[in-house]
């Protein structure tokens, strides 16, 4: 038996809505580290967007828990290396990658390299059976990535070491890990709760890190600022945040399935806003990430009178964020 990655057919209108949402402005914080980047370094921007996040948005967040269930002390635990991978790390590289020359729709389709992974171990981590149109569907967004990626670097434009295209690769494996450490809890944490979590850890690394490099002091710059508000509104609360709650709702592989959307995206944003190359090839490898995203998602529906499948019945998956199920 199978279970489909791909979208529920049923999914509401709501849930196709949080979609677009998340991947619109995910998108946007690969933009946001290119354009915080022109006027500091990398560790300047991720502290001045994580510390006002920790010191006060994370109380708030727990403010707004504090009625739910406690967990068990090692539930924090597992919180906070989710938070270290999926945020600090998994950012790090990124901005990292953009501030050595990586375009940022490169560094995009890289990251977008997430399903792939996931699926290739969602077998033997989770116990999730992958689809062969699933498996066609993620070869063909590999290949897009390739392509993509492959055109960049050969570009007379590029500025970036050959080496470079390793670190967002290297950012994309910590988020897969950060997916499995948090889907293999025995019990779920309330998300606003997880997400404080998350910020405040990320909040500490960033400003130890800052103090270590000597690059505390932010630049007397309106783009700095402007830019540390954008990362703090759409990639951290519209991003990041429906991450979590689609991964809630649809499911891990199903939510990382939209990542093959966020390249075009992102892609997009950096022609229009910062004259990156886009050539044949560069539309190649995307039209192959759409391409790839059609036979992810698409599901095929039950033959009439034929019975659900039992997973389904049950209204849970076995791939289900808390560990234990995930109703759609």
Not at 71 to 99: D, F, H, K, M, N
Not at 158 to 163: E, F, H, V
Not at 205 to 217: D, I, S
Not at 229 to 237: E, N, Y
């Amino acid at each position: 038996m199978t279970i489909p990655i791909g979208l529920p057919a049923r999914g509401s209108l709501l849930t196709a809505g949080l979609g677009l949402t998340f991947v619109l402005c995910w998108s946007s914080g690969f933009i946001g580290a290119k354009f915080g980047g022109a006027d500091a370094s990398v560790f300047t921007l991720l502290l001045w967007r994580f510390l006002p996040l920790g010191l006060i948005v994370a109380p708030l967040l727990l403010a707004l828990t504090r009625s739910a269930a406690r967990p068990a002390p090692g539930e924090y635990l597992r919180q906070v290396v989710v938070g270290l991978l999926s945020q600090s790390s998994y950012v790090l590289t990124a901005y990292a990658a953009i501030a050595l020359g990586v375009s940022t729709g490169t560094t995009a389709l890289v990251d977008g390299l997430q399903p792939l992974v996931i699926a290739a171990l969602a077998g033997p981590i989770l116990g999730v059976v992958v689809g062969r149109r699933q498996w066609l569907g993620l070869l063909v967004g590999l290949a897009g990535v390739v392509v993509v990626a492959v055109a960049d670097a050969g570009d007379p434009s590029t500025t970036a070491p050959s080496w470079a295209y390793l670190i967002p690769f290297a950012g994309m494996l910590c988020m897969v890990a950060a997916t499995f450490v948090d889907r293999r809890a025995e019990r779920s944490m309330p998300p606003l709760r997880a997400l404080a979590i998350h910020l405040m850890a990320s909040a500490v690394v960033f400003a130890v890190l800052a103090v270590a490099t000597g690059t505390v002091v932010p630049p007397a710059s309106v783009r700095f600022w402007l830019a540390v508000g954008w990362l703090i509104v759409l990639p951290t609360f519209g991003g990041y945040a429906l991450y979590w709650l689609l991964l809630r709702r649809i499911g891990v592989t199903r939510v990382n399935a939209l990542m093959f959307l966020v390249p075009p995206v992102t892609t997009g944003w950096g022609v229009a806003l910062y004259g990156e190359p886009f050539t044949v090839f560069t539309g190649v490898g995307l039209l192959l990430t759409v391409v790839a995203t059609g036979l992810v998602n698409l599901r095929r529906e039950p033959a009439a009178g034929s019975p659900p499948r039992p997973l389904e019945a049950a209204g849970c998956a076995p791939s289900a964020p808390d560990g234990i199920r995930t109703h759609t």
